[in-house]
């Protein structure tokens, strides 16, 4: 009897000493604050932090996006100490800015950043040290509509000259050349930025060194008077409403082939794509200029993701194991099949993507593209050119007053 009780006394010890041991081992409950701006992919990263979760039980994310101005929200939140644990960024100087206020955590060291393609790794740097998990390429230019180009014998046009004939052409078919969205202001910031990059050219990063010493302007050597004869071209293409239309009504437009065409990153194409699952679409550079050689497709380093350097332990290290894992091989997969997305990751597969997207990487293949200027800029020019395009188009502000209003705005940033 003594042998049994002590047998079933030492089961039960070590019944308990593996149930707490597991618990232990699954470590403390935690919550990760995760802010991003990428409003076409709520479900998708909604999906994956469950995926993540069933990996790690004891680490729970709680998504929140803010689509407009959102680096403006997420900058008020971080002066005021109310940072999230992970945070999506823009590349370059929002990453840049962030890391000098000492928002977020240098992340040079951990495995995870050995995976990433070095091409990514300029957009998140900081004094030789890396700030933010660079996630994906992406590209602004013209997503089109193969089929109503192929019904009326319409090719890609490569010149500024052949995109207006090709807008004659299908204005006269009664189809609006343009899907625009005015109300919703973060597109014309694209827009505005990606015609002055491509006029700027080869001058672009002394352009950048002329700002940021105090003693550049957006017109030069910009001939602005031609770039904003390119923004009102494009106004005029678009639905006689434009200025009350959303970023929902440009993909609706978009996809149900009432416009032929949307100047948007390949996020909209997604979009328009599940709207219109039968949706035939290509991707091609806006030709600002009448010479082919300098239209490119506007790509670079898009969304980041940082840490923030001041939560908590546990939380740094649960948010370390989320990019640990959307750089794995799995979570590349869901980032692909999921969100549609081009990983930065090294040897990732994006061959089963549609069409719209090998165009993509063919103009990529090719060297046709030029960098987002805009991320270079500082965080509050870009954040206002949406305003001041969208206050140009509603006939509140001329083109002289956008252009000092930024070159001010410029200044007064790199005068801090």
């Known amino acids: 009897m003594r042998r049994k009780i002590f047998v079933y006394l030492l089961l039960l010890v ?76 823009q590349s370059y100087s929002t990453v840049k800015e962030y890391a000098k206020a000492g928002w977020i955590l240098d992340i040079t060291n951990e495995p995870f950043m ?76 694209h827009f505005y930025s990606m015609i002055h990059t491509g006029l700027v050219g080869d001058n672009l990063f002394n352009w950048i060194n002329s700002m940021n010493e105090g003693n550049g302007t957006f017109a030069s050597p910009v001939d602005m008077n031609y770039a904003f004869t390119i923004f009102d071209f494009y106004k005029s293409q678009g639905p006689k409403d434009a200025m009350s239309m959303t970023y929902d009504n440009q993909k609706t437009n978009f996809a149900s082939g009432k416009c032929a065409m949307m100047v948007q990153g390949l996020w909209a194409y997604r979009d328009a794509k599940k709207l219109n699952p039968e949706l035939d679409a290509g991707f091609f550079p806006f030709p600002f200029s009448d010479d082919p050689a300098k239209n490119k497709l506007y790509v670079d380093t898009d969304s980041t993701l940082a840490i923030s350097a001041t939560a908590s332990k546990e939380n740094i290290e649960a948010a370390k194991k989320f990019f640990d894992f959307m750089t794995s091989e799995e979570g590349v997969n869901l980032w692909v099949t999921k969100c549609n997305l081009i990983p930065t990751v090294k040897g990732s597969k994006v061959d089963t993507m549609d069409p719209p997207f090998q165009d993509f990487m063919k103009y990529i293949n090719e060297g046709k593209t030029m960098p987002w200027a805009f991320c270079m800029w500082p965080t509050v020019v870009f954040e206002e050119s949406k305003k001041t395009m969208q206050e140009y188009y509603s006939g509140q502000k001329t083109k002289e007053e956008v252009i000092k209003y930024l070159d001010d705005l410029w200044k007064k940033e790199v005068g801090k």
């Not at 994956?48 to 929200?73: G, R």
């Not at 740097?125 to 180009?149: C, E, H, R, S, W």
């Open 114 to 189: 050995q995976r990433i393609v070095d091409g990514a790794k300029n957009a998140v740097t900081y004094n030789n040290a890396y700030y933010a998990l660079p996630m994906d390429m992406a590209g602004i230019g013209v997503v089109y509509n193969k089929k109503i180009f192929n019904d009326l014998g319409l090719k890609i046009p490569t010149t500024f000259t052949e995109l207006k004939e090709v807008c004659n052409t299908l204005s006269k078919k009664g189809i609006t050349p343009f899907s625009l969205s005015i109300k919703d202001n973060w597109p014309l910031g």
């Open 14 to 89: 070590f019944s308990l000493t593996i149930f707490f041991g597991c618990k232990q081992a699954k470590g403390k409950p935690v919550k990760l604050h995760f802010f991003f701006y990428k409003q076409e992919i709520v479900n998708e990263l909604n999906e994956i932090a469950l995926i993540f979760n069933q990996k790690y039980p004891e680490i729970t994310i709680e998504c929140e996006t803010i689509p407009n101005d959102a680096q403006t929200v997420l900058k008020t939140r971080l002066s005021s100490g109310n940072a999230p644990d992970i945070m999506m960024l």
